[in-house]
């Protein structure tokens, strides 16, 4: 009934009314706070970046409705154990509003992606510069490849028999 961000969905109203004619005095509690982490201005909606055949990285971000009147920040992208980022990107979204954000990146990334098998795993760090200073950085992040093979598989009705 609470989003990420800790703020209300339309629905939790609805749910408190009824559950304060069940049981009385639970619903007028406040809801708890999330254990012990601030509510971020900013969302990413996707663990995975994909990579068009452009050399751009793609990805959902969206930007909380209470971080009033918009976020604004940038975002860098580096592969793990290197300091210096590959792609960064400046991004500026109204509150409460979700929007793709693209990376270019160069040439030798590019190639050094191309090398790798499965899909590289990199850093993507925010640092926000409004509505708060704020740095927040997603290890793991999954880069998957526009247009790469996936593995065949069989139907039953192909076999010849």
């Known amino acids: 009934l609470l989003r990420r961000d800790g703020s209300k969905r339309p629905t939790y109203d609805v749910v408190a009314s ?3 004619r069940l049981l009385p005095g639970v619903a007028r509690t ?5 254990a012990g982490r601030k509510p971020t201005p900013f969302e990413l909606l996707d663990r995975r ?3 068009t055949r452009r050399g ?3 990805g959902p971000l969206r930007c909380a409705p209470t971080s009033k009147p918009r976020c604004r920040g940038r975002l860098e992208v580096r592969s793990r154990g290197r300091r ?3 792609g960064r990107r400046r991004f500026s979204l109204r509150a409460g509003s979700s929007s793709r954000y693209t990376i270019r990146i160069g040439p030798r990334m590019r190639r050094e992606l191309a090398r790798k098998r499965s899909s590289a795993k990199v850093k993507l760090d925010v640092r926000l510069t409004h509505p708060s200073k704020l740095t927040r950085t997603y290890s ?3 880069i998957v ?7 065949a598989t069989r139907s039953a009705g192909s076999a010849r028999g």
Do not use: D, N, T
Request: aromatic content about 4%; charged content about 30%; glycine content about 4%.
């Open 18 to 20: 009824r559950l304060a």
């Open 56 to 58: 751009l990285l793609v």
């Open 30 to 34: 406040p809801p708890p706070a999330s």
């Open 140 to 142: 793991r992040q999954r």
């Open 49 to 51: 970046l994909r990579l």
């Open 84 to 86: 210096k980022p590959f």
């Open 145 to 151: 490849k526009r247009g790469q093979a996936r593995p």
